[in-house]
């Protein structure tokens, strides 16, 4: 999203195009938000966010292949789409927080989260997305995210399996 605001930005968009990709960005949380939860609760979530991403992935892969990325209604339809996916993947990261933690870290880990969420969007905006897109493109940039999100995709698979995170909370009670 960040990419795309400095791309239409420094093709000469206008303010009303740099603000329709940021529609794009926000929309679908707010239209979609609860809908995203209710398919996350529904899904297994390793299949859920390993879909996800893999869908997220696919999108950056296949746009700038296939579309001119220079094309404002192309860019406006990967945000939203790629945005869309993101509203099951978003609470799916939340719910898999019982596999990774114990109950005492829960409120650390969903605090950890939060934290690089801020710290990757304020990075994105203020370094990666300017500079990438100024000395390697638009299209680099996508590039790139859809590497992330396929990286992000594989690495779902490495979250514990079945009740491990249980007996692993089991074994640090303190049963006197």
């Known amino acids: 999203t ?13 303010a009303l195009e740099v603000a329709l990709i940021g529609v794009a960005g926000l929309l679908p949380p707010a239209a979609l938000g609860l809908y995203g939860g209710v398919v996350a609760d529904a899904l297994p979530k390793r299949l859920a966010l390993a879909f996800d991403y893999l869908g997220q992935a696919l999108l950056c892969f296949a746009v700038p292949t296939f579309f001119a ?8 339809l990967l945000l939203l789409a790629v945005s869309s996916l993101a509203q099951v993947s978003t609470p ?4 898999v927080l019982p596999l990774v933690a114990t109950d005492e870290e829960l ?3 969903a605090s950890l989260i939060n934290f690089a969420v801020v710290v990757g969007q304020g990075a994105a905006t ?3 997305a300017p500079i990438l897109v100024k000395v390697a493109g638009i299209e680099t940039a996508i ?3 859809g590497g992330l999100l396929l990286l992000s995709a594989t690495r779902v698979f ?5 009740d491990t995170a249980q007996l692993r909370q089991i ?3 303190d049963w006197r």
């Open 2 to 14: 960040f990419g795309a605001l400095v791309s239409v930005a420094r093709n000469g968009g206008s």
């Open 69 to 76: 990325t220079g094309d404002l209604g192309v860019m406006f």
């Open 92 to 95: 799916t990261e939340s719910a």
């Open 107 to 109: 409120a650390t880990a």
């Open 126 to 128: 203020a370094v990666f």
């Open 143 to 145: 590039y790139l995210a």
């Open 158 to 162: 490495d979250l514990p399996v079945g």
């Open 171 to 173: 074994d640090t009670v």
